[in-house]
């Protein structure tokens, strides 16, 4: 019996044992693993959130209804059909110029513009022959006159110059062409000029009747004519009104029916002009003889650097402001009721979110952190918004910036507490 007790209390000894040491293990275990979480959150964790101060460029502007004034002149004749332009919108051409040509009827205008077409084919492919023969070594400038090309294409495209876009792929063709046969590649294009001269001959034999249209005067050539031409005299634009301004912005154009013998129009002064009223706060800043940008952002045109000319009061909390250019193509041609962004005013200098303003001792700055130690910078705020403002770096007597206020990659702090200058940050 004795023995038999004995042997029931070991067995009962040894899973007491184990049951220890898996809790011990279990605990060393969960003990290990928070100091390593422990370590990772104290390497990783910073008292404070910070941004890091880039440059930005903001503009004060102001976006407004315009209307545009230019020196224009009816071309008539008489005549009616269908307008084909010789002249692209906005190019300047002399008196006696050829710049339309009317069709009586659609067919005639599209056989005629054909014949255009094939033309420039001939001459193209004559040119070629011409090129027939002639070598060069200097493959690199070759190449050079290529990528210029393709570069003068892109950029066009990129600034939405249509006007200019098919001159450019044509010379793209053609200084590739070049630089093909130049290096003895053959080509032949006496088949090809027969089957265009045929072309040309079977047009000819059906053109119709037309009459030619002529510029009157030099002067800029305009296809299109849209009633409010003579809405304001050229010369009373410099002393238009806030009243007149916005009854030129709400008045109608003259009906087309007395406009049909109008084949386009001449704009005959280089200065043209926009008229628009803005808030009188906007326009203090505002000085005759100084430059601003306008944009015109539901247009393909292109923003330009206008010239105030005049800024007058227009009642109350309203001022009228008349802006000069002389800069002409397609698409400036075609602006009339126009809105338009003035950019009155760009600053640049140093974005700081608004939340790490503060004011030490009267003093407006920031903290900044550089290594692990606080550092107070003085801002100098140019401009603000509801979440950035930007901060620029004012100069001494000498020109030279000053010391001391935020500059480029400061690493701003947005969110902390007991923050003070020279503080170490554990």
């Not at 293990?25 to 880039?54: D, H, R, W």
Request: glycine letters at 6%.
């Amino acid at each position: 019996m004795s023995e038999e007790r004995k042997t029931d209390e070991k067995v009962v000894k040894y899973p007491q044992k184990k049951k220890s040491q898996t809790t011990l293990y279990t605990v060393l275990a969960i003990l290990i693993v928070g100091i390593c979480v422990y370590q990772i959150f104290k390497i990783n964790y910073s008292p404070v959130k910070t941004e890091i101060a880039m440059e930005k460029t903001v503009s004060e502007a102001v976006t407004t209804e315009g209307f545009i004034v230019r020196d224009e002149s009816y071309i008539t004749a008489d005549a009616v059909g269908t307008l084909v332009p010789l002249v692209t919108d906005g190019k300047r051409v002399a008196s006696g110029d050829d710049v339309a040509v009317v069709f009586t009827s659609e067919a005639s205008a599209r056989n005629y513009s054909q014949m255009q077409s094939v033309k420039a084919d001939i001459a193209y492919f004559e040119s070629l022959k011409n090129k027939i023969g002639l070598q060069t070594n200097d493959v690199e400038a070759m190449d050079e006159r290529v990528y210029s090309a393709c570069e003068r294409y892109i950029a066009a495209m990129a600034n939405g110059n249509i006007d200019a876009l098919e001159s450019y792929a044509d010379t793209v063709c053609e200084t590739i062409t070049s630089r093909q046969l130049s290096t003895g590649t053959v080509i032949d294009p006496t088949e090809k000029l027969n089957a265009l001269n045929a072309r040309l001959a079977e047009l000819q034999a059906q053109s119709g009747g037309f009459v030619t249209v002529q510029a009157n005067n030099p002067g800029y050539y305009i296809a299109h004519v849209d009633g409010y031409e003579t809405a304001l005299a050229y010369d009373k634009a410099l002393e238009a009104t806030g009243a007149e301004i916005e009854a030129l912005l709400q008045s109608t154009p003259v009906p087309a029916e007395s406009l049909q013998n109008c084949m386009g129009k001449l704009v005959d002064s280089f200065n043209w002009y926009i008229l628009c009223v803005i808030d009188a706060q906007s326009a203090g800043g505002l000085s005759s003889g100084s430059y601003i940008t306008v944009d015109f952002p539901l247009t393909s045109a292109a923003s330009i650097a206008a010239e105030v000319v005049s800024v007058q009061n227009a009642g109350p909390d309203k001022a009228a402001v008349v802006l000069r250019s002389n800069l002409m193509n397609a698409q400036y041609a075609a602006l009339r009721k126009e809105q338009v962004r003035l950019v009155l005013q760009n600053f640049t200098g140093f974005q700081v979110n608004n939340k790490a303003i503060r004011e030490v001792d009267g003093v407006k700055g920031v903290y900044t952190v550089s290594g692990n130690i606080i550092k107070f910078k003085k801002v100098e705020l140019a401009y603000s918004d509801s979440e950035y403002s930007v901060s620029v770096t004012p100069k001494d007597e000498n020109g030279n910036p000053k010391s001391g206020y935020v500059s480029l990659y400061d690493e701003i702090i947005v969110e902390g507490t007991d923050l003070y200058d020279g503080k170490i940050l554990g």
